[in-house]
């Protein structure tokens, strides 16, 4: 079956820091790839988004990159601010294949201090 | 503005009640789900629909219900049978054609049994 496994939490860095939240998959197909983030009490929002082996995803400073050769898309972002402090999903879904559900990691929180 | 909402934000329920969590979306999506989020457990799937009239159950569809009776519309039931309901609920929708099937998401509902 299709999995996803990310760091666990929770990750507390000073502002300014490089920021680096690893995610590893495995899928019987061809994945499309994505991160969410939610802010405390509220719902999931998409950040950033790859469908296709060496694409780059970016939003907001964010990026990863998708490596089909170690199944993985880590999430980086070289200065973190205390308004990036949330919870951090790595998804997958399988692309073409008429399947459209997500399959998530369990979140990793993050938490910037100034 | 299109979005989808989720009403109430807070609901409260004595212990043999039935409750429904209200979803509505106005992106035109063919596909709604329904997620279940506990602290350090990820995301997990309810129920989702590709399409009016039809749903499936996901991974913990036990002692919950829904219908599709409209495209914009997706109620979820908390009933009586589910024996530990206090949890935030996640509502998302999605297309169901094209590469990128990345999911929209509500603001969510708290469920606490009293």
């Known amino acids: 079956g299709n999995s996803v496994t990310q760091m666990e939490g929770p990750v507390t860095l000073s502002e300014e820091a490089f920021l680096t939240i690893n995610c590893t998959y495995t899928?019987?197909?061809?994945?499309?790839l994505f991160w969410y983030v939610q802010y405390p009490g509220e719902g999931l929002q998409l950040l950033l988004k790859?469908?296709?082996?060496?694409d780059k995803g970016s939003n907001k400073g964010f990026e990863a990159t998708y490596r089909k050769e170690t199944t993985s898309f880590h999430l980086e972002k070289g200065s973190v601010q205390v308004s990036d402090s949330a919870v951090y999903f790595c998804a997958l879904s399988l692309s073409g294949a008429g399947s459209y559900q997500l399959t998530f990691g369990k979140g990793t929180k993050l938490s910037v201090i100034p | 503005d299109g979005g989808i909402t989720q009403s109430p934000k807070y609901l409260f329920r004595k212990e043999g009640q039935n409750v429904t969590l209200s979803c509505e979306q106005n992106l035109n999506h063919d596909a709604m789900y329904w997620y279940r989020q506990d602290p350090g457990q990820g995301l997990r799937l309810i129920y989702y629909?590709?399409?009016?009239?039809?749903?499936q159950k996901g991974d913990i569809a036990e002692g919950y219900s829904v219908s599709r009776e409209k495209k914009e519309s997706f109620p979820l039931t908390v009933t009586s049978a589910q024996k530990n309901p206090t949890a935030f609920y996640l509502c998302?929708?999605?297309?169901?054609?094209?590469?990128?099937?990345?999911?929209?998401f509500g603001p969510g509902t708290r469920l606490t049994v009293l």
């Open positions: 629909s590709q399409i009016v009239n039809d749903f």
């Open positions: 899928a019987t197909g061809y994945p499309s």
């Open positions: 998302a929708s999605s297309m169901t054609s094209g590469r990128y099937n990345e999911q929209f």
């Open positions: 790859a469908t296709k082996a060496d």
